[in-house]
């Protein structure tokens, strides 16, 4: 009799491109994926670590799981996993699956099954450890295809448990990507996302560069859109951002990593750049596209952060004049040095600036929005939605703005121009085609 596994996912893109890896991997030995409910025989959550309430959130998926079903066999994978070496194992687990052995899945799961396997699954991640091959034949989203080609960091941001729990910077091999790209293209993906733990590394353990493997991409016939994942500011050089502009494929949509507008913030958060320079990329990122989206993550009330130095921040992210902002109280990280930081900034100073930015992000967004009213744009579209009673096609934009048509044909997957015409609703625009 098949055995029926639940899985969920918890956290970034990359783990979302693993666990579609793990559940694919699954179904070609045999397994029965079923919905995350009562009734599984084996429960499988990649979880996340990035802050104490992804902790908590992964806890609570974990005992969700056993509760469902006390006799299953609930693995825990991933980063918060990984982050729980030499401790006691929380009683609703019994495998850890920790980060690089998720290859392994099939092999632990029989291994446990069998009564010879072990409780914890995990490598030290400390030491160096080659890229692991997960790849994927089709993806859960029908029209974009996230690839993964990058794992771990070297930066150890003073806030961040992730090289902790990822390890050193590690490439996937470039032909490999291009012939997960290859399969996808021939089964009708026409846009990819490139992601990675710290995407702007690729390549500097192989003598490769992230600019290397985005030609390689965009010359695999049948490649329509290139995204990319989340990018240090210092990556973005003259050189770079000509180079991505001379390339059809790319979309104009770029997530610079920010954290804090202000220089003195930015030298405690150990990011190893200024304001300034930051400054200094979305100029050139504007200087070679036109009207590309900027989006950004901001972090408020970081250990030490003044009144003078917030003000400093809230200036520079009015200046930058992001499409979306995307803002984070500072929240307390066990394990890292900003744990220990002095002046911590008490809870209800972090709500108020965190209130302040994301009413300044919304008006940016706005603005960045009502400059597209009555131009043409190219659609990929995606799915059907209800909207107000009504039945739309819903797809995005090359700078990733979502819109919305009304149309009785079959619009899905089909990169189609057309006229944006009103707000339709907050976030989307109508169109016409």
């Known amino acids: 009799m098949e055995k029926k596994v639940a899985l969920h996912n918890l956290g970034c893109k990359v783990n979302a491109y693993e666990l579609e890896a793990m559940e694919q991997m699954l179904k070609n030995a045999g397994y029965e994926i079923v919905p995350f409910a009562p009734g599984a025989d084996i429960y499988i959550i990649n979880t996340c670590t990035v802050t104490n309430i992804a902790d908590r959130k992964s806890r609570q998926m974990l005992h969700k799981a056993k509760k469902m079903n006390p006799q299953a066999v609930v693995v825990a994978a991933g980063c918060y996993a990984q982050a729980q070496k030499g401790e006691e194992i929380d009683e609703a ?32 991640l400390e030491k160096p450890v080659e890229y692991e091959e997960l790849e994927l034949a089709s993806t859960g989203e029908h029209t ?10 070297n930066q150890f941001c003073s806030y961040c448990i992730i090289p902790y729990v990822r390890g050193r910077v590690r490439s996937r091999k470039r032909e490999e990507v291009i012939k997960e790209v290859e399969r996808l293209v021939a089964l009708g993906y026409q846009e990819f996302v490139l992601t990675g733990i710290h995407l702007s590394s690729y390549g500097i353990d192989c003598e490769d560069s992230l600019l290397n493997l985005i030609v390689a991409v965009q010359n695999v016939e049948g490649v329509k859109r290139i995204r990319l994942g989340s990018l240090e500011p210092r990556i973005i050089t003259e050189e770079f951002v000509k180079t991505l502009s001379s390339l059809p494929a790319i979309c104009p949509h770029f997530h610079l990593s920010l954290q804090s507008g202000c220089t003195e913030t930015l030298k405690r958060m150990n990011r190893k750049y200024t304001a300034g320079e930051y400054l200094e990329g979305c100029r050139l990122l504007r200087k070679y596209f036109d009207h590309p989206a900027l989006t950004t993550d901001v972090i408020v009330g970081f250990p030490g952060e003044t009144e003078e130095e917030f003000k ?10 992001f499409y979306e902002t995307h803002i984070f109280k500072y929240s307390r990280r066990k394990g890292t040095r900003a744990d220990k930081m002095e002046n911590q900034i008490p809870e209800q100073v972090k709500a108020s600036r965190s209130h302040e930015m994301i009413e300044l992000g919304k008006a940016h967004q706005k603005e960045y929005m009502e400059y597209y009213l009555g131009k043409q744009v190219e659609i990929l579209f995606e799915e059907t939605t209800e909207i107000n009673g009504q039945t739309y096609w819903v797809g995005h934009t090359r700078e990733y703005i979502k819109v919305a048509v009304l149309s009785e044909k079959n619009l899905e997957n089909q990169l189609v121009t057309g006229k944006i015409t009103e707000f339709l609703q907050d976030g989307i625009f109508n169109c016409r085609i």
């Open 93 to 124: 687990i019994d495998i850890v699956l920790g980060n690089n052995r998720k290859q392994d899945l099939i092999a632990v799961l029989e291994e446990y099954q069998s009564g010879n396997g072990q409780k914890e699954e995990r490598i030290d």
């Open 312 to 321: 400093a921040s809230k200036e520079m992210v009015s200046e930058a004049k």
């Open 144 to 153: 974009r295809a996230y690839l993964k080609v990058q794992d771990g960091c």
